[in-house]
Every structure is written in structure tokens, then in C-alpha cells.
């Protein structure tokens, strides 16, 4: 079993900065791929970002390509989040998830419970 726990979110104006956090606990951390998935009321769960087990790998879906890097720092069981000029379609509960087969949202193996992000015009 992985344990995932989420921080950072919160209500930040258009063009602003937030920070995600996921630590991670039980299982080896770095043995799994790990990413965030979001979900907007009304809508399903979609692929946000994806890294490898070691870090060297990234990729994202088309809509935060240059807005959002995600990283990990595997000596401290966390992932991360870096998520700039943040847009009202950005808003959404925003989910860590570790091993992660691929952007279905059926391929990821632990969640996290969630962390809100509003973003305002």
C-alpha cells in the first residue's frame, strides 16, 4: 500500500503561482511513476502530468505544456507541482497519484484524497 497526502492548493487570482505537494509513505516511493490528475464539477477525472521513477522523464497534457512542471524529490518521498500562470479552467480538485501506467485515470494504482485549487478572473 501507498499512502499519498496533498497540500498546497487554495484560491489564487488569474496569473498567479501555486505549489502542489505529495508525500508519499509505505512502498518504496521510487520504485513507482507518479503524476497528478484533476477533476472540475461535472466532468471526469483527466491527466495533468506524469514523472518518471527517477525523475528524468516528464510529460504533460497539451492544455499546461508551459504553465506546470512536476518533479520529485525522492529522498524526501514527495512529488510536486509547480503550476504558474494559473487560468479559471485551471480550477479543480487536484489529485497525487502514484504508479501511474498511463493518462487513463483507470491505469493509476493509489490516490491521494484531493487538494481544491480555485483559480479567480
Known amino acids: 500500500q501507498v499512502q499519498l497526502v496533498e497540500s498546497g492548493g487554495g484560491l489564487v487570482q488569474a496569473g498567479g503561482s501555486l505549489r502542489l505537494s505529495c508525500a508519499a509513505s509505505g512502498r518504496t516511493f521510487s520504485n513507482y511513476a507518479m503524476g497528478w490528475f484533476r477533476q472540475a464539477p461535472g466532468k471526469e477525472r483527466e491527466f495533468v502530468a506524469l514523472i518518471s521513477q527517477s525523475g528524468a522523464r516528464t510529460y504533460y497534457t497539451d492544455s499546461v505544456k508551459g504553465r506546470f512542471t512536476i518533479s520529485r524529490d525522492n529522498a524526501k518521498n514527495t512529488v510536486y507541482l509547480q503550476m504558474n500562470s494559473l487560468k479559471p479552467e485551471d480550477t479543480a480538485l487536484y489529485y497525487c497519484?502514484?504508479?501511474?501506467?498511463?493518462?487513463?485515470?483507470?491505469?493509476?494504482?493509489?490516490w491521494g484524497q484531493g487538494t481544491q485549487v480555485t483559480v479567480s478572473s
Open positions: 497519484a502514484a504508479d501511474v501506467r498511463g493518462t487513463n485515470s483507470r491505469l493509476v494504482g493509489y
